[in-house]
């Protein structure tokens, strides 16, 4: 009966410090779940798995995004930005997570490249439309009223500013088989993030809304990414934008891959990786056991409790006799 008592209690113990666990790293985030698992390679800058780039089976800590404004990599090479040389995962710019057209399926983790930001705006028309500019339903016009057609752009944190198309050059951003990113005429369907994955092989040049690289945005010569309607997806809207990619538990996430249909996803060397990290990992806590027990059974102060003890057994001996 103890000893099955005994198992209730370590379950039950383990089972706290996982809720505490979980509810401290919300708490630090700010964001439920406070970690998500990457599931694909679109993310790597080659063909191995680093610390500090986005692999598949990485775990990444979530940052809530309206703790604070996510930095674009425009924003962060922009020589007079407040952000200028400001970088994370092994690229200038926030990583982001987001939902496709705001869907409900699987979300995606990406680069935001940059900001395009409503400038100048008529009100809509009485049928709903716009004589012209681009219709967002979303926005809040001057007076209050919801949706406006959006005349001119900016793009936030740049000198682009009151513009009726982007045209930008990121001679920094290095591409395998295109030279550098361009956007170019690019007319945003309303305000939002432009994103992609910074693998030069299967993304780079390769924005998720790749209209705004000049394609045609519609049958199908439009490579982007699609939605699960099968609808191309558009800018990121802000709401649409679930958290920010903070530090990463690397390899520990292969385990769920494992159980799905994305374990081919995980390079050799990333499961070489995970393996030796468990094996250093129990080698540490076992090491860590003995010097403990070895230095606790060392003390003085332990062996006069175990002697005590020893003796207080003898006396009850004698005394049952």
């Known amino acids: 009966m103890s000893s099955g008592y005994g198992w209730i209690r370590e379950i ?27 599931e694909s390679q679109s993310m790597m800058t080659d063909d191995e798995s680093h610390v500090g780039i986005i692999d598949p089976g990485d775990i990444i800590l979530v940052t809530d995004s309206e703790k604070r404004q996510v930095v674009t990599y425009v924003e962060a090479v922009e020589t007079s930005s407040k952000f200028v040389d400001y970088s994370t995962h092994g690229m200038p710019g926030d990583v982001i997570i987001y939902k496709k057209n705001g869907g409900n399926d699987t979300p995606v983790i990406h680069r935001a490249i940059l900001y395009a930001l409503a400038n100048e705006t008529t009100p809509v028309e009485a049928d709903g439309t716009c004589n012209e500019g681009e219709l967002d339903e979303l926005l809040i016009a001057s007076d209050g009223s919801s949706g406006a057609c959006i005349l001119t752009w900016d793009v936030r944190g740049t000198s682009i500013t009151n513009v009726t198309s982007i045209n930008m050059n990121l001679t920094g951003y290095s591409c395998q088989s295109h030279g550098y990113l361009m956007i170019k005429d690019w007319i945003p369907e309303h305000q939002g993030f432009l994103t992609t994955g910074d693998n030069p092989r299967t993304n780079g040049c390769t924005i998720d809304q790749l209209i705004a690289t000049g394609y045609s945005g519609s049958g199908p010569h439009y490579f982007g990414l699609r939605d699960e309607f099968g609808n191309p997806v558009t800018a990121v809207r802000s709401d649409w934008v679930t958290g920010i990619a903070g530090p990463e538990i690397p390899w520990f996430g292969i385990v769920k891959l494992a159980a799905s249909n994305n374990s081919h996803q995980v390079t050799s060397d990333a499961w070489n990786n995970l393996i030796i990290s468990v094996v250093l990992l129990l080698t540490s806590v076992m090491i860590i056991e003995k010097a403990m027990t070895k230095l606790i059974g060392s003390a003085p102060e332990f062996k006069n409790l175990i002697q005590e003890t020893k003796n207080n057994r003898n006396q009850e001996s004698k005394e049952e006799e």
Request: zero cysteines; a neutral charge; proline letters at 7%.
């Open 12 to 38: 039950v113990l383990a089972a706290g410090m996982i809720f505490v666990l979980y509810g401290t790293l919300v708490l630090m985030t700010g964001s439920s779940p406070p970690m998500v698992v990457v």
